[in-house]
Structure formats: C-alpha cells, structure tokens
C-alpha cells in the first residue's frame, strides 16, 4: 500500500503539471497570434492553481486511480476570442492544437533525457527497467536498494506516459477536447450545432467506452517510445 500511494502520488503530479503545460501552451500560442483574453485572465502559466478544475483534475482522477494504472484528467477551458486572431479559423486551431503539441514535445524532451541519463549513469539503467514495471503498477517488481536518481527517472517516465496519454485523450473528436473544436471547423454549421448539441451524451458515451479507444492509439504509440528509450 505505501508503493501504491507513492506512485499515485507521482501520476498525479506529474498529470497536473501536464495540464498545466497543455492550457499553458494554449494560452501562449493564442496571445502570440493576438488573442490576450487567456494571458488577461491569468491563464499563459504553469501554475496548476489557474487551471484547475474541481471534476478533471481531482474528482475524475481519484474516481480512476485505483481502478486503473491510467489516469486521465482537464484543466478548466482555455478562454480564446475568435475575433481577436488575425485569421480566426487557423489562428484559433493552431492555439487548439498548441496544447497537445506541448504534450508530445515533454514526451519527447523526456525520452531524450533518459537515454541520455543511461548512457552516463551506470544505475539509471536499472532504474528504468524498475520504473517502467511500475510506470503500469506492477507492484510485484523489487523496489529495495534503489539508487538516488531513481525518483528522478520515474518522474521522467511518467512525463513520457502521462504526457502521451493526455496526447491521445485530447485529440478524441469530442466536442469539450481539442479534437472535437478543431473539427468543428470543417463541419458545415447546422452538423457543427448539432454535433455541439449532443456533446453531453458523448461525454457519458465516452466515460463507458472512451478508455478503450484511446488505448488503441496509446498503446503502439508508447510501444515506440519504449522501443527507443531501451534501444538507443
């Protein structure tokens, strides 16, 4: 029980500064194509207190943690107005999409950082083959003896995997995550409103099935960063 707490610990923390770096993004990237209102209300930060949200980053999460080795979670919606982007339609998609791409470059920065810790630190090895048995809560695998700079690549590990699983989740064509609004724009306007009007029995939909369906893009697309992180 105090490993599982640990790690639960870790996946929480390491989610809500995923949030917190994705609405970020967001916020950044609308004020650099000339929409302040995000930057105006605090929102252009890392500090997860401007994004938190009581349902997605605490409810949903501890509803899910000790159900599942993943979890998933939101920050309050980033605020943009379309009329304030220089071209509105791209202006506001390219923000959209600036959060999960924030998401997939921390993976990225991640992965390169432990294969560069691997091959300068003789324990880091070992510590990640530990970290990533318990990355997916197998907590059968030996945690005695570890070394210092395990905390560090297990922090580093769950960057990769709550990183990209917030990745995936975010790009569902769902009409409250990003892929939703970003295909919005190319629905005529009465499919928009319409497809914008059953968003909520989408959400109920996707509470049932939606895990599935992200895990069938997560899982090869965490396989290739396993491949590389233990073969580079």
Known sequence: MPLTGALVIFELLVMVLSISLHDCAQAWMANRLGDPTARMMGR????????????????????????????????????MTPRNFRN????????????????????????????????VNADANASLRT????????????????????PLILFLYFC?????????????????????KILMHYLPYNAAQT???????LMFAFMFLGFTLIMIVFAPLMGIFQQLLFSL
């Open 88 to 119: 509105p339609s791209r202006d506001e998609m390219m923000a959209t999409l600036a959060g999960p791409a924030a998401q997939l470059l921390a993976a990225v920065v991640a992965l390169v950082v432990l294969i560069v810790l691997r091959h």
């Open 44 to 79: 252009m930060t890392m500090n997860p207190a401007k994004h938190f949200d009581l349902f997605g980053m605490a409810i949903w999460p501890l509803i899910y943690i000790f159900r599942s080795p993943l979890i998933l979670g939101w920050g309050k919606p980033v605020p």
């Open 131 to 150: 970290a990533d048995a318990l990355g997916f809560r197998n907590l059968g695998v030996s945690t005695e003896g570890l070394p210092a700079i395990f």
């Open 195 to 201: 497809y914008q009007s059953i968003g909520l029995y």
């Open 160 to 180: 990769i995997l709550m990183n990209l699983l917030l990745f995936v989740f975010n790009l569902v064509p769902l009409p409250f995550l990003d892929g939703g």
